[in-house]
C-alpha cells in the first residue's frame, strides 16, 4: 500500500477514471484498485476473500477497505459495450470488447513505474489465451469447453495490452483490428518502438501481415504447415545441419510470396520418431517441418529460430494470471464486466513485477523473476503490529531479517 501511494498510482487511477461520488463516505476507484491488488498479493484466489482478508488491511492507520461486493459493483460500473462483428462466410456474429479506457491506463501505469521508456526499442508478443468459464455468455469453444479467447500483448513479463472475444471466434477473425489497436496504442501512449513483432501460426495470414508490418521493424511468426510445399522442402538439398536445444535439426531458408510481397521463410525439419525410431518411407526418411516467416534476411536461420523460440516464455505470463492474480476464477456473469477485471489484475500483474525488482536488490531469496507464492513466503508473510510513538504510526515487524528497514526507509 506504501509502495502504491508513493508511486503516484492511486492519483493516476483516480484521474483517468474519475470520481464517483463527492462525498468522503463513497470509495474512489483507487481505493478499490489497491484493495484488489492487496488481496492477490497477500496470497487471495478470489475476489470473495478480500472480505477475510479485510480486518488485516484496516489495521493500517488511515486506510479504508471496501468489501467484496463493493468492489465488485465499482468494477461492473467501468465496463463498456461489446463490438459485434459479423462473418461474411457463416453470417455468424461475434462480440468484441476493446475497453479502450483501461487499456489506456494499463499503459500510463506501466510508464509511471518506468518499466518501460519513451524511445526503448521492445519486442511485442501477441497470443490468444483460452479461458474456461462457465459464465451466463460464455460460448463453446473447438477447445471443448465453455469460456473466452482474449488475445494479450506482452514485452517480456509486462502486459500492455488485451481484448476479450467470444470462446467460438476463430482466432484469426478481425485480429489485425486488435493488433493495429494495441500498437497503435503502445507507440502513442508510452512512445516506444516496436523493433520485433512475433506470434504463433494463429497470426499467419496475409491481412494480419500487412497490419503488423509496418508497425514494427521485423516480424516472426510461425506459418501453418503448407501441404504444396512439402514437395519443395524435401526436394531441397542444401539442409544445414545444427544443435538447437541438445537437438540436432536442420535448416534453410525459402522464398515465400503473398500476392505482391515477398518474405523469406525460414524452415526447421527433423526426422519423425514412433518408439524411438526414426520413421521411413519409400522416398526415405519421414520429416516434420515447421516454418517461421519473416521480412528479417540478415538473421541467421538458426539465430531466427532461437529468437522466435524465446516466445513461449511469454506464454508463462497466461499461467501466471491464471493461477496467482485470478483469472481461474473470474467473478462476473458476462464477458464485457471480466475484461474489466482481467486488465485491473494485469495492472496488478504490472505491479508485481515492479515490486520484485525492488525487493531483489534487498532479499536474497527473492528474484526479478520470482513467482508470488515466494515473494509471499519471504516479504509478506511477517508478524507485525501498528504501534504509536512521538504521534507516528510505526510499523513494527517480529523478524529477525533487517532487510525491511532499507525498503520502508528509502
Known sequence: MELFERLGLGKLVDSSLGKRDASWNAFQYSEV????FC??????DCLEDVNMLAPQFSLRPNTRVPSSDTIGR???SLTTENVSYSCEKSGNSYDFNVAEKLNVLLLNMIKKMGLLKAGEEVTLDFDHQFIPARKFDAKYSYKKDYGYFPGWASVGGILVGGENRDGNTNVKFHQPDTLIRIMDRIKQTIG????????DCGSFSKEIIEAVEPRCRHFYIRASNCSSRYEEFREFEGWESVEIDYQTCELASFEYEMDESKYRLVVQ???KKEDGKIVTDMFGTVYIYRAIITNDREMSEKDVVLFYNKRGESEKNFDIQNNDFGWAHLPFSFMNENTVFMLITA?????FLYLTQMLSGSIEAIKKTSRLKKVLFHFICVPAKWIKSGRRNILRLYTERKYYKEIFDS
Open 33 to 36: 484498485v489497491e484493495t484488489l
Open 39 to 44: 488481496n492477490y498479493l497477500c496470497g487471495g
Open 74 to 76: 465499482v468494477l461492473k
Open 192 to 199: 516506444v518502438v516496436i523493433k520485433n513483432f512475433r506470434a
Open 269 to 271: 525439419r527433423s526426422p
Open 347 to 351: 495492472m496488478l500483474k504490472n505491479f
